[in-house]
């Protein structure tokens, strides 16, 4: 924004602790992935926080990205163009956001439009970045490109069912928690108050 002077007190504290949570190395391996699923034409950005954005600020790269992930007939996003308007730029931006949560990266994990379009927050749009390539691994369904170690895998479910029958016979063990009748016993107690003999 033309019109935003310096940050100071508080203000500049909490801008100062969120710029410390975005991390270089991070930045060179999603850009890596990046470059691995939309291929080489998206360009490589020069190192630092800055160029990252200024990359990413127009939704394109992200928009192919996304779309990368899908195959050809079902791409979430249908139209995407270059513009230099802010809002069309921002308009894209968004359009991944929704097709990221569609994809399956939690709302706690997406950034804001304004994070990534007026650089407020960059943690937090390789945040979202690192959740989707690891639902991209963890799906395995053939769109992911890209080294998988790159990415940590999501738990997956494993659901097990039980016939009745057995749901009935796990009714009749006493779980260790309630105690147990085997084992250390009271045979051979001596009365209280009375000493024991030790020879």
């Not at 926080?49 to 990368?68: P, V, Y």
């Not at 163009?81 to 894209?92: D, L, R, Y």
């Not at 309630?178 to 016993?185: D, E, L, Q």
Request: aromatic share 8%.
């Amino acid at each position: 924004m033309a019109n935003k002077g310096p940050a100071y007190g508080l203000s500049r504290e909490v801008q100062s602790k969120i710029e410390k949570k975005y991390d270089n190395e991070l930045e060179s391996r999603l850009v890596d992935w990046i470059i691995a699923q939309c291929g080489a034409q998206v360009g490589r950005p020069a190192e630092g926080r800055l160029a990252f954005q200024l990359w990413l600020k127009d939704g394109t790269i992200l928009c192919q990205l996304i779309n990368s992930l899908h195959s050809p007939g079902s791409q979430p996003i249908k139209k995407i163009q270059s513009s230099t308007m802010a809002f069309k730029q921002m308009e894209q931006v968004s359009q991944f956001l929704k097709a990221a949560e569609e994809y399956g990266v939690s709302k706690t994990d997406l950034f804001q439009t304004v994070d990534l379009w007026e650089g407020k927050d960059m943690a937090a749009v390789q945040r979202t970045m690192m959740s989707l390539g690891s639902i991209a691994v963890t799906k395995g369904d053939g769109f992911y490109s890209g080294d998988p170690n790159w990415f940590m895998k999501k738990a997956q479910e494993n659901r097990r069912d039980f016939s009745d029958e057995q749901l009935q016979e796990g009714k009749n063990v006493i779980g260790l928690q309630m105690g147990t009748n085997r084992g250390a016993s009271q045979a051979g107690m001596t009365g209280y108050g009375r000493p024991r003999q030790i020879m």
